[in-house]
DNA sequence: TTGAAAGCGCTAACAT
DNA sequence: ATGTTAGCGCTTTCAA
């Protein structure tokens, strides 16, 4: 029988090195206070005994957990189909990999009151938290808050709060920018699939398409709400060319419901752009490839999640930083809006 | 001036309840010798308290720190734009959420010797891990294997080694199947867009390709690899077109490159299916969502994900597990491989 | 520049 | 059933 060993640690490297611990933590962590020869001999007794210092030691005393989480209130498999997850975690790592700090991905139910997702954020397992794919019943961000988690909302929380920064894209302008190009292309009769009403970029665009409707003094009432997902794009659409047979123009507040729609209007025999100009939000790859090509607005989804990054590691650093971040879009014309009558 | 509050601890809890903290360990523990008054009195203080353990101080004496890292080294986009991606992280997140376990993302250089990677997995934070997306030059988990810790594999390592077990799709039985439905429908001259060769889905799916092809006295000599990104996918159909004309049929390796390869096809002004036949392999929404709807091979991704965290967990709990679970896959045939001449 | 010693918050013998 | 005690591996004063 082999004694199972264990892990080399701090003293183990001591007694290598012929030092004390407190010396090889000094090499450890950077400390300049230690002699040349004193350092070499304890990088060669990490290096010969293959020594990592043990975390869970290292955050009980610096009370750092040298991580932190990202945050996602859903507990169905639709985040993991969205483009939208994809870039999120993409910038965040990618901000990231400059520093030590490592990702937690935290997912559970999004009203989850003061259950795994409060327990875990309280639990002291990451030094602060990135909050994504907020919905308006969340709750669990409370009690962290109240421990004092620095957290940082990545899309406008319902209630913004103090202390609580958090990065946005300008959901409103942008669905303006829609609607005033469907305009521009002579629609005058102009729906929207909107997105979920918990949610502010649901809420949000809601606003912007209605706005930009009434300033155009058309009509604001052809409204069906969805999920963001593919299947309630296609749903939404059927329900929309039911009770408005007469449209000529689509907002769909994502592009993944907005492909769906397309191909729903296909089904339905609606030529998209001649009968019918759409226009989706987010300039996903989906956008690019669906046929015809979408028409839509950019969601600036990586530099947001750069930008949530920034305002969390200045929040650990104590910094002042600022209480919200909104970052522009704009709208990327491609062959679903614009009607053959209308090209040159 | 505040004092700034710090979390409450056992300790408080304990003063709070006026036991010892030992009872205050056994309820938050749930061991069954406390009895019913002291429970009550601590549960009443640990919710007045707002109480939440310190996971690096039980961390510290358990010796577990109740997370698993799942393993990505990929340093660029491509992982994040891949639905396999998103489709691992799924499973994964839902095997685990029966359990206490949180998922630490981790990500980093592809041939990190001894770097970011292999330190942490050394450092103790994670109680195992699930390595995917490996590629042949890897070393990162040599060091973590010599730590003890427990792992497993998502897809098969090209060197599988004693008590690190993988799970896999049977990548050459798919591609096999492939072949043989292109053959089945009359095609000849049938090409690949392999994957990449220092990754064995990507060798595996060409093995099986080129064995199909073999036992039907086909040629095997039309593959350009791809690394299974759509811009790749798109280049090497454009290479086959051009050293190959005379295909009929293309196996790509998987349904992302498929896709890209299908509007290639189309600005060569290629028919497909009636001048060429296209399978994928995936079976993602975008082999639904294509134009023609692309025929694919079946990569249950989600299951091997739950296989893998099931694998993990008999690990950790000190079981017998098996050295590799291995998934059959199934062709799904849609519109892209049936020419219309055998249509009926 | 270095070492000794205290203690982070918790669990797990061991004692009662 | 409950309390006492001894660490887990590390950082960090404080002395030397």
Do not use: C
Not at 104 to 110: E, K, S, Y
Not at 260 to 269: F, K, S, Y
Not at 310 to 321: A, F, I, P, R, T
Request: no cysteine; net charge negative; hydrophobic share 45%.
């Amino acid at each position: 029988m082999n004694k199972r060993r264990s892990a080399p640690t701090l003293e183990d490297v001591a007694a290598e090195a012929d030092v004390s611990r407190a010396t090889v933590s000094r090499v450890v962590n950077a400390d300049p206070r230690v002699s040349a020869s004193a350092r070499e001999r304890v990088l060669a007794a990490i290096e010969a005994l293959g020594y990592a210092p043990n975390r869970a030691a290292r955050s009980l005393v610096t009370r750092q957990a040298d991580s932190i989480a990202v945050v996602i209130p859903e507990s169905d498999a639709r985040v993991f189909s969205d483009p939208f997850f994809a870039g999120t975690l993409h910038g965040i790592a990618t901000a990231l990999s400059r520093t030590d700090l490592q990702m937690v991905l935290v997912m559970g139910q999004p009203d989850d009151g003061d259950g795994r997702l409060s327990k875990y954020l309280r639990g002291g397992h990451t030094d602060g938290a990135i909050i994504t794919s907020h919905h308006r019943r969340d709750e669990f961000w409370r009690t962290a808050q109240a421990a004092g988690l620095p957290m940082v909302f990545l899309g406008r929380p319902f209630a913004p709060m103090a202390g609580m920064p958090y990065v946005d894209v300008d959901n409103v302008h942008g669905a303006a920018l829609a609607v005033k190009h469907l305009v521009e292309q002579g629609r005058t009769r102009i729906a929207t699939i909107a997105g979920p009403s918990d949610m502010v970029a649901g809420a949000d665009r809601l606003t912007g398409w209605r706005r930009e409707l009434r300033a155009a003094g058309l009509p604001d009432d052809a409204v069906v709400h969805g999920d963001f997902s593919a299947a309630a794009g296609a749903a939404a659409m059927a329900e929309l060319l039911a009770n408005h047979p007469d449209l000529d123009g689509v907002f769909v507040a994502s592009d993944v419901m907005a492909v769906a729609a397309l191909e729903t209007l296909r089904r339905h025999g609606r030529s998209v752009p001649d009968d019918v100009s759409v226009v989706g939000f987010d300039n996903t790859d989906a956008a690019v490839e669906a046929t015809p090509a979408l028409t839509t607005i950019v969601n600036p989804i990586v530099p947001m999640a750069r930008q949530a990054v920034g305002l969390l590691l200045g929040l650990l650093d104590g910094d002042q930083v600022p209480a919200a971040v909104t970052l522009s879009t704009e709208l990327v014309v491609r062959s679903s809006s614009i009607p053959a009558d209308r090209q040159h």
